[in-house]
Structure formats: C-alpha cells, structure tokens
C-alpha cells in the first residue's frame, strides 16, 4: 500500500483510562486515508495490551513501545519522525474527535492551503459529558506574519489548535515541541509566521479536562518540566521569561524577510510584554532572591 495522506500521531504514556475511547474516535473517522502512529512511552499500565489488541485488529495502526521514558517533549516529536504521511495531526489518549474532524479539516486544507487547520472545541468532562465550547480564537488569516503574531497573542490560552491538521513538511522545518511548559504555544507562534490558520467553524474536537491531565498532575512549572523530559537536571524554570526568549528565536529562525522579521519582533514586544511583564519579573525575582540570601 502507497503512504496515506495523513498521519495522526499519538504519543501516550499509562493512557488506559481514556484510550480505548480515543482509539474508537479516531477509527471512527469518515475519512480514512489515515496511519494512526503510537508511541508508548514506557507505560507502566494496560496501554501497552490496550494497543497491542486494537493493532492486531486494524492494519493502520502500528505501535512501538519505548523501553525507557524519553519525556512528554520526545515522544511527541517521536511520532512525527515515525510517519510517513503528507500531512499529521497531533491526537492525544484522553480527547476525542467528531467522526468528520478528519473530512473536514483535510477538505479546508486542499482548497486552501494553510498552515494549519484546526476545528472549533468542545469541552468535555471526565465521563465524556459536553461541559460547553471553548473559543479558540485563532482563524489567523492575515496576510503577514506579525498581524497573525499581534492576534495570537492576545487571544492564546488553551493550546487546542495544536490537534489540527498541517503539512508534515511544514512541521519538520520547525523547532518542534521544546522540553518546557507551554512549548505548544511557542509551536504555534512558529508556525503562524510560516502562514495562515484556519478554523473549521464546527465544533468537532472534543477535549477532555480532568484531574488526570499533565497542567493538574504536573502542577509546578519545575515538575512540568520534568514531565517534559525526565532528564534535565536544573528544575528551576523562567516560565513566561523561556516562551518570550523563544518567540523571539522563532522569529529569527521564519523565512520571512528581515523587515517583517522586525516588525513581528516589534509587534512581540509590545503584545507579550504588558500582558505578562509582572509574572516575569516575578519569576526573576524568586530566582535572584534565594541566591542573595546564601552569599549572606
């Protein structure tokens, strides 16, 4: 069989509670020139038998299991190496999709050619029940780089477009998901001085908030980070300062010309800046202050 158009990858790691039913979500899919690509990271519970049964039964899903766990930030990138589709699609253990979030999303994105296309989202709860939509707020169709920066940046809060559909290619040029809380809002920056983005105006993805996700679990931007990748050694964390430092690389990075690369560093600034100046001088604050009390 030829490479299928889309990948979706799914990274998980001790998923059982919630996989089966994201399993059928996306088995259920009205378009189905899809791979669904797994990758276990190290489970510890009934994922790894969980996959191995839907596996043996549907011949587009394939599953490799990591030995030791590589981190959030590795496994997510992992899936992306692993495909062989044009485009992917992020899916998680824990959301669910409509049964034409596939169709759609590929239909906007052959007749417009985005960057990224992502549905309108349904919040669910842990039982699956609809607890009302989110407004993501991201149609970012302007022409230029920094007017799609100035409209992400005062409308990004839950990172849901990061589920949508895009060109692999696309992808690979990127930085991918860092080892850091919120590196899916620093994605999608990069992503959106790459192009546009479109939203399927229905709401067909369906996320699920409950206390078992990592921002709950992993409450501390130090454990976060952790969570990220078990490897890093240095806990304390510039939350908001790291993703203002990283926006600004990804601008250095866009192939875009150097005039817009200065007006979209200009437009960060004045954006990012009011908006989150107090928490980043807090954070270097908590950083400088213990340091001082030790030379005392």
């Known amino acids: 069989m030829g490479a299928p ?41 009934r994922t790894g038998d969980i996959c191995r049964e839907y596996a043996s039964k549907e011949p587009r899903i ?13 496994n997510f990138n992992r899936v992306i190496d692993l495909s062989f589709g044009s485009h992917f699609r992020w899916a998680s ?26 549905p309108q989202t349904l919040i669910i709860d842990e ?10 707020g ?15 940046l005062t409308r990004l809060t839950l990172c849901n477009p990061i589920f949508g559909v895009m060109p692999i290619e696309v992808l690979r040029q990127t930085r ?3 080892a850091f809380p919120s590196s899916d809002e620093v994605l999608l920056f990069e992503l959106a001085l790459r192009g546009p983005f479109h939203e399927v105006p229905e709401p067909l993805f369906l996320r699920r908030l409950h206390e078992g996700r990592s921002t709950v679990a992993h409450a501390s931007p130090e454990d976060r980070t ?41 437009t ?16 270097v604050q908590h950083a400088i202050v213990p340091q001082r009390k030790r030379i005392r």
Request: include cysteine; glycine fraction near 6%.
């Open 5 to 45: 158009t889309l990948s979706v990858g799914l990274p998980v790691y001790n998923g059982e509670r919630f996989l089966e039913d994201a399993l059928e979500s996306i088995l259920s899919q009205t378009y189905e020139d899809f791979e669904l690509v797994i990758s276990d990271n190290a489970s510890t519970d």
């Open 62 to 74: 394939r599953y490799l299991r990591l030995e030791n766990n590589i981190g959030a930030a590795g």
């Open 93 to 118: 253990h824990d959301d669910l999709c409509a049964p034409t979030c596939f169709e759609r999303c590929m239909e906007v994105y052959e007749s417009e050619q985005p960057v990224l296309v992502y």
């Open 127 to 136: 039982q699956g029940a609809v607890q009302g939509s989110y407004e993501d």
């Open 138 to 152: 991201l149609d970012l169709r302007q022409p230029r780089a920094h007017s799609r920066v100035r409209a992400m």
């Open 176 to 178: 991918r998901l860092g």
């Open 226 to 266: 952790a969570w990220f990748d078990p490897t890093i050694q240095r806990r304390r964390y510039f939350h908001r300062t790291k993703v203002f430092v990283e926006d600004l690389k990804s601008i250095g990075m866009a192939p875009i010309p150097a005039g817009e690369r200065a007006r979209t560093g200009l």
């Open 268 to 283: 960060l600034g004045r954006t990012y800046i009011p908006r989150w100046w107090r928490l980043m001088a807090r954070e």
